[in-house]
Every structure is written in C-alpha cells, then in structure tokens.
C-alpha cells in the first residue's frame, strides 16, 4: 500500500538536544512538508520541498533543518535552539500539480523535558 | 496574504443532527479549497475538495460549496453520526503547492 510513514509514533527527548524525524513516503510524490501542530491550533508549515536537493523555510522555520537527499525521504530535525520543541509533527507528501490534495502522515508527538 | 477562518468551536450535536462548519477566505486569483478531517492522535486527511468557483464537493454526506461571491467554503452534513466526532480543517491552495489551514473546528456527536 502507498503512503507516508512517520516513525517513531512518540518521541521523549532531554532539553538540548537535537532530535530528528523520520518521514518517507512511496507515492511517488515530488513535494513533502513538514507541520507543527499545538493544542487547538491549526497547522503551521515549518519547512517544505519541491524536488530533491531543496528546500524552502515555512512559516516558522527557526530552530529547524531538513534534508532533501532522495525523493522518498524528507527527515526534520528539531535543534536546541527551538524553544519550545514540544509538539505534534505531521509530514505531508503531494504531486507538484495544480489542485491535487496532500497526504498526510500519522505524526510524531515530541515531548522535551 | 491568504488566509482562512473557520468558525470557532468546539461544536457539540446530537447524532443525526444537522451540521455546519463555516470557513471564509481570503486569496487573491482563484486557488482550491479544501476540507480535511483529523481523527484523534491521527494526521490529516482529505475529506473534500473544490477547485473553481460553484464546484460541490462531496464525501460521506459531507458536502461544500465553493462561493466565490462570498469567499466561502461551508462544510454540511445532513445527519451526523458519533463516528463523525473529529476536528475538521479548512484549507485553500497558495502558490506552489502550499496549503494555508484554518485553525480547526472540534466536532462531538453524542449519541
């Protein structure tokens, strides 16, 4: 079956350190995104891809990075340097084509203490 | 910039009650709009969607409007079932692909 897999499904993480996420997807899918999500909010785009090899910063990309190295796999990972790690991170993959939806993985929930 | 507001919630119904989640936006051209549903610890997925103006579309009862006239994109449901408690997610296409969400609206269908 064709999807996106976000592993681990939740994430336990000292403060100061740096963690990464895993998302890959086997859609075939030129474009991948990287969400935050807190409590009652809606979605906040962190960093997102066209095509391999680059990136673009979202809306609130500090204290993040992401890698484009393969088509299928686009890691996040959250640096010391976010302030409030804390959340749940949703990956998305989609076709680079106009109207066509985007698909959705099943989230990390991070925790840092 | 783009922009989209639902109506606030949570909203709480008794099953086969009728439904409405409001969701205007802002946008300039014509971009696509969408309704996502997240069931809970779950991610996003699509619901529906609408890609010009007058479009319905539609999905397990739920159906939407594309209102140009009135830059909506109402999401209804004419009997809502306990299975259908969830947030729900207005969305419209920016450039490149992006998609800019609405805050989400929490939804509680007793029985």
């Known amino acids: 079956d064709g999807g996106i897999t976000q592993s681990p499904k939740y994430l336990f993480r000292k403060e100061g350190q740096n963690v990464t996420l895993s998302c890959e997807q086997n859609?075939?899918?030129?474009?991948m995104y990287w969400y935050r999500q807190d409590p009652g909010q809606g979605l906040r785009l962190i960093y997102y891809?066209?095509?391999?090899?680059?990136?673009q910063k979202g809306d609130i990309a500090e204290g993040y990075s992401v890698s484009r190295e393969k088509k299928e796999s686009f890691p996040l990972t959250v640096t010391s340097a976010q302030k409030n790690p804390t959340a749940f991170y949703l990956c998305?993959?989609?076709?680079?084509?106009?109207?066509?939806?985007?698909?959705f993985g099943p989230g990390t929930r991070l925790t840092v203490t | 910039g783009d922009s989209v507001t639902q109506m606030e919630g949570p909203v709480t119904l008794s099953e086969e009650a009728f439904l409405t989640i409001n969701c205007t936006y802002t946008?300039?051209?014509?971009?696509?709009l969408f309704w996502y549903v997240q069931y809970p610890g779950e991610g996003l997925q699509l619901l529906l969607k609408?890609?010009?103006?007058?479009d319905k579309g539609s999905n397990k009862g739920f159906e939407a409007t594309y209102r140009k006239e009135t830059t909506s994109f109402h999401l209804e449901k004419g009997s809502v079932q306990v299975s259908d408690s969830a947030v729900y997610f207005c969305?419209?296409?920016?450039?490149?692909?992006?998609?800019?969400f609405g805050e989400g609206t929490q939804l509680t269908v007793n029985p």
């Open positions: 998305a993959s989609s076709r680079m084509v106009a109207s066509y939806e985007q698909y």
């Open positions: 859609l075939n899918h030129d474009a």
């Open positions: 946008a300039t051209g014509y971009p696509s």
């Open positions: 891809s066209q095509i391999v090899n680059d990136f």
């Open positions: 969305a419209l296409e920016t450039s490149g692909s992006r998609l800019t």
């Open positions: 609408a890609t010009k103006a007058d």
